[in-house]
């Protein structure tokens, strides 16, 4: 198999203007322009990582394995320090996401916040200690 060139996630959204705001609100940039009813597309790192939301009806051919099994993934992010996590917490808060796990040390011992988009895609903030 040859090695892959690229890679991106495709996720399905209901309403793709109210991902649009929620993510140009935590700062991501705009894949392409203008985002369009079936699409938006942003850029999540400095590696240029795609992730496109697709409206549902899109996608659904595609992700229909008729077992009625949903899957799901959560993608992370490093953080630089404590204050970091803390800063994305209070951000996603202002932009209307859902905080599941507050900004803390955890019972696993890591530093972080995990919290959903408007429809309910998963995120961890993580900061991870020098030396772990």
Known sequence: MEQVKQIWANLAVENTKRTEKFYTQLGFKLNMTPTTPELASFLFSDSNFVIHFFRHDKLEFAMNDNSGKRSEIMFSISAQSEIEVDNWANNVQQAHG??????????????????????GHKFNVLYLEPGM
Not at 106 to 115: M, R
């Open 98 to 119: 859902t905080i599941i796990k507050k900004a803390g040390r955890h019972e696993d011992g890591f530093y972080y916040c995990v919290f959903a988009d408007p429809d």
